[in-house]
T-cell receptor, first 115, second 112 residues
Framework: GENVEQHPSTLSVQEGDSAVIKCTYSDSASNYFPWYKQELGKRPQLIIDIRSNVGEKKDQRIAVTLNKTAKHFSLHITETQPEDSAVYFCAAFNAGGTSYGKLTFGQGTILTVHP | EAQVTQNPRYLITVTGKKLTVTCSQN?????MSWYRQDPGLGLRQIYY???????DKGDVPEGYKVSRKEKRNFPLILESPSPNQTSLYFC???????????FGAGSRLTVL
């Protein structure tokens, strides 16, 4: 089945710096890659997603890149702010065969932005 | 208000006592799914449902059952809970598969 590895597990940056979180996946049948942000004590919420027919997507300070050949995708946050502090999860959606519909998450990255 | 509602939000129970965590959505979503969240392990999918009467195993289905008899409801059943099922559980739904998930508020379950 699909395996999603996420790195780093913790990331500490100064306000205004950039943050990059990387994920790799194993199943070439995966074709949808969302990123969720979970603040302390809250439910996960989508911040950005990308489909396999697109290499990059941007939404203000947040961007995601996808390399299908290497099976990895990354989240980029620029000009970080203290309110960006949260746990971030990547995920891969399986669109093929008997696992169609399965969504596999990475282990999560705790991002801390210091003022 | 469009939402996913899960109940109970908190539950302490004992080993072997059957329990059901309910999940209901009011958005006419086709796709529904259950996850458990444990420290260091992220979110792991337990079961998912592409539509009414269609359910499939996720990555960690052992010890759980689900049903999807109506579009809006997707209950999670623990027939004989064990301490290793102590966890934070999230239900989520989306318009179709591979679209934005809306999560419920979570249900914290402790099995003694």
């Amino acid at each position: 089945g699909e395996n999603v590895e996420q790195h780093p597990s913790t990331l500490s940056v100064q306000e205004g710096d950039s943050a990059v979180i990387k994920c790799t996946y194993s199943d070439s049948a995966s074709n949808y890659f969302p990123w969720y942000k979970q603040e302390l004590g809250k439910r996960p919420q989508l911040i950005i997603d990308i489909r396999s027919n697109v290499g990059e997507k941007k939404d203000q300070r947040i961007a995601v890149t996808l390399n299908k050949t290497a099976k990895h995708f990354s989240l980029h946050i620029t000009e970080t702010q203290p309110e960006d502090s949260a746990v971030y999860f990547c995920a891969a959606f399986n669109a093929g065969g008997t696992s169609y519909g399965k969504l596999t998450f990475g282990q999560g990255t705790i991002l801390t932005v210091h003022p | 208000e469009a939402q996913v509602t899960q109940n109970p939000r908190y539950l302490i129970t004992v080993t072997g006592k059957k329990l059901t965590v309910t999940c209901s959505q009011n958005m006419n979503h086709e796709y529904m799914s259950w996850y458990r969240q444990d420290p260091g392990l992220g979110l792991r999918q337990i079961y998912y449902s592409m539509n009414v009467e269609v359910t499939d195993k996720g990555d960690v289905p052992e010890g759980y059952k689900v049903s999807r008899k109506e579009k809006r409801n997707f209950p999670l059943i623990l027939e004989s809970p064990s301490p290793n099922q102590t966890s934070l559980y999230f239900c989520a739904s989306s318009v179709t598969a591979a679209t934005v998930l809306t999560f419920g508020a979570g249900s914290r379950l402790t099995v003694l």
